[in-house]
């Protein structure tokens, strides 16, 4: 059986095909399926009753199982869905006055283990198939709906949650493709952002198949510290990830690259740290996005105090780099990206353990 919830527009189309049925069958599908939210092929009333029996026998529509969706007081929504096998993974819904923000998880847990991260502790589970990424979004925005206007509650899309997205490449481009298909969500590439770490070759393959705004977990402004930050980096060292920003803003829909940098009190949060990290991205137009750890059990690291924090972020503002810290919310809901969903594993408990909350992304441009 396939699914036809992550299949890219031109797979739905090549799925028509296979049926002997013309293209725009898939624009009709990916209307029903991701704009007006229908997982019952028998509601799709503008094929023939012969084509809807036909996908029954053929297809399925199938999003992640819900486990959990929780509203903070300050408006901030976690949605946590099932991967199987005991594992779950998690969206949260951040909404602003201008926007509302989903983050989607694209992995179940992380290989790549940065060392300030609960979800790279746990360990990794699998990729998350398209149906499952995309899937999230069809979830939340059956939840969330419409504004009085008219317009979806969810404008804006970030790949921020649990897992390294450029890990997942196939299943991330098809719920890219998806997400920005006008017949189905139709987001503009710029309010659709991946977060990497920096996997080098897999940033030129998203912007080969899929360029949308890119941000780029920095975390520390030299390779010593980078590599024992984000061990990724032993892989591909901070020139070249440099360089990879660059090509990638050749074509991209921003004209910045944003760059993420959780402070770690006595780690990389010294002024010196900050003017290296000015030279560091001289020549990369950019934006910061200070993050304040967030703790968890058996973690290393402590929070940077909040005047070093703006003491930091005050240094790279000097130099004109744009700077936005992130704010925490959603704390009384376990509302932070990519932690909650490890601790649910035994579910037999049906309890989730306290907040090892990691603050949201919320400054996002
Ligand atoms: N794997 C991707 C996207 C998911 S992580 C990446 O690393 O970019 C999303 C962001 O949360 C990254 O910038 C990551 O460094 C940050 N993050 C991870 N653990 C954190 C913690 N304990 N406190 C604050 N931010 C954290
Ligand atoms: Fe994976 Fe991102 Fe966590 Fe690093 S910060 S372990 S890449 S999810």
Redesign the pocket.
């Known amino acids: 059986m396939q699914n036809l919830l992550g299949l890219s527009p031109s797979d739905l189309a090549a799925f028509f095909a296979g049926l002997g049925e013309k293209p725009f069958r898939a624009a009709q599908a990916l209307r029903w399926m991701h704009r007006f939210g229908v997982d019952d092929f028998s509601a799709m009333t503008d094929m023939a009753k012969s084509l809807r029996e036909k996908m029954k026998t053929h297809a399925i529509i199938a999003s992640p199982a819900l486990l959990a969706d929780r509203l903070s007081d300050d408006g901030t929504r976690k949605f946590l869905f099932d991967a199987g096998a005991g594992n779950a993974v998690e969206a949260v819904f951040i909404p602003e006055a201008e926007r509302g923000t989903l983050c989607v998880s694209t992995q179940a847990g ?1 290989t ?3 060392a300030f ?1 609960a ?2 502790k746990q360990g990794f589970n699998r990729n998350l198939a398209a149906s499952e990424i995309v899937g999230q979004l069809w979830q939340a925005n059956r939840a969330l709906g419409h504004d009085p206007r008219g317009e979806r509650v969810i404008s804006n899309v970030v790949l921020m949650g ?3 997205p450029l890990a997942n490449l196939e299943n991330v481009v098809a719920a890219l493709r998806i997400m920005l298909d006008d017949n189905a969500y139709g987001l503009s590439r710029r309010r659709v952002t991946v977060s990497t ?1 920096g996997i080098v070759p897999a940033m030129d393959a998203l912007r080969e198949a899929c360029p949308v705004a890119l941000a780029v ?1 920095l975390h520390a402004p030299g390779d010593s510290l980078r590599d024992q930050l ?1 061990p990724i980096n032993r892989k591909y060292p901070l020139a070249e990830l440099m360089a990879a920003c660059r090509r990638y803003l050749a074509d991209a829909p921003r004209d910045f690259i944003t760059f993420e940098y959780v402070l770690l009190d006595g780690v990389n949060d010294h002024d010196a740290d900050a003017r290296a990290l000015i030279a560091l991205t001289r020549r990369i137009p950019c934006k910061f996005n200070i993050i304040p750890f967030n703790p968890f059990p058996g973690a290393p690291y402590r929070r940077s105090p909040r005047e070093r924090t703006r003491r930091f972020a005050e240094i790279l503002m000097r130099a004109g780099i744009v700077t936005t810290m992130r704010k925490t919310r959603g704390d009384d809901i376990d509302a932070a990206c ?1 932690q909650l969903a490890g601790q649910v594993r035994d579910r037999t408990r049906r309890t989730v353990e306290r907040p090892t909350a990691r603050n949201l992304m919320v400054e996002m441009a």
Request: glycine share 22%.
């Open positions: 992380c790549l283990n940065c991260c979800t790279g649990m897992g390294e770490s977990s984000v990519g």
